[in-house]
């Protein structure tokens, strides 16, 4: 196990100069991955104790509860019902409006780093083929060099210069599939958060205002 890992990282090693930039942006890749996990999780976890509290206080008519909900949780939904609440007594399209514009701002800090993610994803191969060319352009003058002095380069050493310069184009291939799979996994958490988000302002904006109906009601009955 030893001899192979130490055989493994010395092959990384002839890699090329590309092979830092490469190693930096799988730690980058990883380093944005598990921040948008904990992240997401975080939200997710927010929005399971928020919803049923938040609901239950707006279909109650207990409207400071409701508020004190979403001022502890302002993490995501909590933004996006308090601005709903903040234009309760208001028309449907005013409410959902200013709820959607909440979101707007929840959803950009959800999207924040995908595109940095989307980035490596691209990045990494191409950077892995760059290594890859030059490696090759080397070798292939020092294959002319050495034939115009009349002391051509062997089948071993040529092989040894190409297999060393197909290492980097190997890491960038590993490295942009890891990126990819943290990209599609972070993405499709996202867009699920994103559908709760619309789903959560559409049943907010239906319940408020059923309340502010039946309080109008109940103030028009009043003598």
Not at 181 to 196: H, K, L, M, W
């Amino acid at each position: 196990m030893t001899v192979t890992f130490i055989n493994a990282w010395g092959i990384l090693l002839k890699g090329g100069p590309m092979m830092g930039p490469i190693f930096l942006l799988s730690l980058l890749a990883i380093t944005v991955g598990i921040e948008k996990f904990l992240f997401l999780s975080t939200i997710d976890r927010n929005i399971k104790k928020f919803k049923p509290v938040f609901f239950k206080a707006v279909k109650a008519n207990r409207m400071k509860d409701a508020l004190s909900a979403c001022e502890e949780n302002p993490l995501g939904l909590g933004n996006i019902c308090k601005a709903g609440l903040m234009k309760y007594g208001s028309s449907m399209d005013l409410i959902k409006a200013s709820m959607e514009q909440a979101a707007g701002f929840e959803i950009y800090a959800l999207k924040q780093r995908l595109n940095l993610l989307a980035f490596i994803v691209n990045a990494a191969p191409l950077l892995g083929l760059l290594g890859t060319t030059t490696a090759l352009c080397v070798v292939f003058h020092a294959v002319q060099m050495r034939s115009n002095a009349l002391n051509p380069l062997s089948l071993g050493d040529m092989s040894s210069g190409i297999w060393q310069a197909l290492v980097t184009t190997s890491a960038g291939l590993l490295v942009g599939i890891i990126s990819f799979a943290i990209y599609s996994f972070t993405a499709s958490r996202v867009n699920d958060v994103i559908v709760i988000f619309e789903q959560t302002i559409s049943e907010s904006v239906g319940v408020l205002q059923a309340v502010s109906e039946l309080d109008h009601q109940e103030e028009s009955v009043e003598p």
